[in-house]
C-alpha cells in the first residue's frame, strides 16, 4: 500500500514539473536590440542608479520594458521612471525599430502589441508595478495604432487603474 501512494506522490510532482515547464515555455521572450535600445538603456540606468538592470523584450502579444530594481522606488521616481520610459515607447523611432521591424516581422499575424513597464524589486517574483496600455486604432490616414490609456497594477491593486491618475500631469 505505500508503494502505491510512493508512486502517487511521484507522479504528482512529475506533473506540477510538467505544469511548470509549460506555463514558463509559454512566455518565453526575445530580447530586442538596437543603437536606439542601447543609447535609452544607458541613459535611463544613468538617471534612475535604482536600476540593476533593464530588458526590452517582447512575446506575444506584448512589448515590455522590464526593469529590476535594487530598492522601491518612491512615487515621485515611478512618475518619472515611467513618464521617460513611455515617451521612449511611443516614439517614431521604437515603432520603427522595435515594433515595425522585429515584433511585427516575428510575429505578423499578431497585429499590434500591448506596450508595458514593469518594475521589480530584486529578488521579489511579484512585480512592483506593472504598467501596461492596449492599442488602439488610429483615426488618422495612416491606421497606426495609439497607445493613450495606460494601467497600473501593483501588488495591493492587482485589477489596476488608469495611470497617471487625474491630476497627475504625464510629462513629455
Given at each position: 500500500?505505500?508503494g502505491?501512494?510512493?508512486?502517487?506522490?511521484i507522479?504528482h510532482?512529475?506533473?506540477i514539473?510538467?505544469?511548470?515547464?509549460?506555463?514558463?515555455?509559454?512566455?518565453?521572450?526575445?530580447?530586442?536590440?538596437?543603437?536606439?535600445?542601447?543609447s535609452?538603456?544607458?541613459?535611463?540606468?544613468?538617471?534612475?542608479?535604482?536600476?540593476?538592470?533593464t530588458?526590452i523584450?517582447?512575446s506575444?502579444?506584448?512589448?515590455?520594458?522590464?526593469?529590476?530594481?535594487?530598492a522601491?522606488?518612491?512615487?515621485?521616481e515611478?512618475?518619472?521612471?515611467?513618464?521617460?520610459?513611455?515617451?521612449?515607447?511611443?516614439?517614431?523611432?521604437?515603432?520603427?525599430?522595435i515594433?515595425?521591424?522585429?515584433?511585427?516581422?516575428?510575429?505578423?499575424?499578431?497585429?499590434?502589441?500591448?506596450?508595458?513597464?514593469?518594475?521589480?524589486?530584486?529578488g521579489?517574483?511579484?512585480?512592483?508595478?506593472?504598467?501596461?496600455c492596449?492599442?488602439?486604432?488610429?483615426?488618422?490616414d495612416?491606421?497606426?495604432?495609439?497607445y493613450?490609456?495606460?494601467y497600473?497594477?501593483t501588488?495591493?491593486d492587482?485589477?489596476?487603474?488608469?495611470y497617471?491618475e487625474?491630476?497627475?500631469?504625464?510629462?513629455?
Amino acid at each position: 500500500m505505500s508503494g502505491i501512494k510512493h508512486c502517487s506522490g511521484i507522479l504528482h510532482v512529475v506533473n506540477i514539473l510538467a505544469l511548470i515547464l509549460f506555463l514558463t515555455a509559454c512566455t518565453s521572450y526575445t530580447n530586442v536590440s538596437s543603437e536606439g535600445v542601447k543609447s535609452f538603456r544607458q541613459d535611463i540606468e544613468q538617471d534612475f542608479p535604482v536600476i540593476q538592470k533593464t530588458e526590452i523584450r517582447y512575446s506575444t502579444p506584448r512589448v515590455e520594458v522590464a526593469y529590476t530594481v535594487k530598492a522601491e522606488p518612491d512615487e515621485e521616481e515611478i512618475h518619472r521612471l515611467f513618464t521617460q520610459t513611455t515617451a521612449f515607447m511611443i516614439s517614431p523611432s521604437f515603432q520603427s525599430e522595435i515594433i515595425d521591424e522585429q515584433y511585427r516581422r516575428k510575429y505578423p499575424s499578431w497585429g499590434d502589441p500591448e506596450l508595458a513597464v514593469t518594475v521589480t524589486l530584486r529578488g521579489e517574483d511579484i512585480s512592483a508595478y506593472q504598467f501596461t496600455c492596449k492599442p488602439e486604432k488610429s483615426e488618422s490616414d495612416s491606421g497606426n495604432a495609439t497607445y493613450a490609456q495606460w494601467y497600473v497594477q501593483t501588488p495591493d491593486d492587482t485589477v489596476g487603474k488608469p495611470y497617471p491618475e487625474s491630476g497627475m500631469e504625464n510629462e513629455k
